[in-house]
């Protein structure tokens, strides 16, 4: 049974940071990553590494976001610097399976921006 464990969301202050873990298990994944969806607004993507290391950022986090990912535990991180009001939203975890076709999302953690 695959899941996917987030931890690290809450409440910061506006120019604060905030590191997300996601540890997954139950497969092998390639592509992982984080999504993030904010009230009446869609899901986007944040940011996605690659199982061989290679990254991908939204241009809105691209230089206060970093996302990084250990192999041997199966576990994305997500480090978010200068964090701003709009950056509020509900994060997701994603991974996608070696096998084609499957993609499997976390639960969400709720991550405000607020003074």
């Known amino acids: 049974q695959v899941q996917l464990v987030e931890s690290g969301g809450g409440l910061v202050q506006p120019g604060g940071s905030l590191r997300l873990s996601c540890a997954a298990s139950?497969?092998?994944?390639?592509?992982m990553g984080w999504y993030r969806q904010a009230p009446g607004k869609q899901r986007e993507l944040v940011a996605t590494?690659?199982?061989?290391?290679?990254?991908n950022y939204a241009s809105s986090v691209k230089g206060r976001f970093t996302i990084s990912r250990d192999n041997a535990k199966n576990t994305v991180y997500l480090q978010m610097n200068s964090l701003n009001p709009e950056d509020t939203a509900v994060y997701y975890c994603?991974?996608?399976?070696?096998?084609?076709?499957?993609?499997?999302w976390g639960q969400g953690t709720q991550v405000t921006v607020s003074s």
């Open positions: 994603n991974a996608i399976d070696r096998r084609p076709g499957i993609t499997y």
């Open positions: 139950g497969s092998i994944f390639n592509t």
């Open positions: 590494i690659t199982s061989g290391g290679s990254t």
